[in-house]
C-alpha cells in the first residue's frame, strides 16, 4: 500500500503535526511518502526526509505553492494519487482546506479527523461532540483521511529518506 502525507509548514520549517500524521500513516502500513509543496522549501524537505518511517520525499517547489492555497495543492496531489491507496494530511486549517478538495476532486468521501487507525481501510474517528467513537471503514479506491494530531504521538528524527523533486501542477 502506499501513503502520501501532506507535509505542514511555513516555507522555512516543518511543523510539528507532520511528525503526529507520520505515526497514523506508519500504522496504516505500506510505504509512506510525503508530499512538501511551496516555494524555496528545500530545509522543510530536509527536515521531512529524517522523520522516520519515510521512504522518500516529493518536493514541488513553485510561486504558485508558496501561499499553500488549497485549489493550488489540491491540482498537485490529485494526479499524484494515481501512484497512491491513501492520503493524509493534518486537521489542521491548511489539512481542512485541501483534503476536501483532493476527496471532490478524486470522487471519493473523505473521512475526517481520525483518532486511531484499526486496519488499512478502518479508523475510530470521534462524533457527538467527542461523546462517541465511531468506527469508519472505507470502501473507496482512494482513501483521503484529516488526522486530529491530539491523539497521535510523533514519530522520531532517525530517518534518512531520499528527496526527490516534483513538477508543480499548472495553476487551476
Same mark, same amino acid.
Given at each position: ?80 494519487? !494515481?501512484?497512491?491507496?491513501? $492520503?493524509?494530511?493534518?486537521? *489542521? =486549517? +491548511?489539512?481542512?482546506? &485541501?483534503?476536501?478538495?483532493? @476527496? %471532490? ?33 472505507? !470502501?473507496?479506491?482512494?482513501? $483521503?483521511?484529516?488526522?486530529? *494530531? =491530539? +491523539?497521535?504521538?510523533? &514519530?522520531?528524527?532517525?530517518? @534518512? %529518506? ?11
Amino acid at each position: 500500500m502506499a501513503i502520501l502525507v501532506i507535509a505542514e509548514h511555513d516555507n522555512k520549517s516543518l511543523n510539528a503535526a507532520t511528525a503526529k500524521v507520520m505515526t497514523a500513516a506508519t500504522a496504516i502500513g505500506g510505504d509512506v511518502h510525503v508530499l512538501v509543496a511551496g516555494n524555496n522549501c528545500r530545509a522543510v524537505a530536509d527536515e521531512a526526509a529524517k522523520l522516520d518511517g519515510v521512504k522518500a520525499v516529493k518536493l514541488a517547489e513553485s510561486a504558485t505553492l508558496e501561499h499553500g492555497l488549497a485549489e493550488e495543492v489540491a491540482a498537485l496531489i490529485v494526479p499524484m494519487m !494515481a501512484g497512491y491507496d491513501v $492520503v493524509l494530511a493534518a486537521a *489542521t =486549517a +491548511a489539512g481542512k482546506n &485541501v483534503m476536501p478538495r483532493v @476527496a %471532490a476532486l478524486l470522487d471519493v468521501a473523505q473521512i475526517s479527523e481520525i483518532t486511531a487507525v484499526k486496519s488499512a481501510d478502518t479508523f475510530e474517528r470521534l462524533i457527538y461532540a467527542g461523546n462517541a467513537i465511531q468506527t469508519v471503514q472505507s !470502501a473507496e479506491a482512494k482513501i $483521503v483521511v484529516t488526522v486530529r *494530531t =491530539a +491523539a497521535f504521538a510523533a &514519530v522520531g528524527n532517525g530517518g @534518512a %529518506a531520499s528527496i526527490e523533486p516534483v513538477a508543480a501542477a499548472g495553476s487551476p
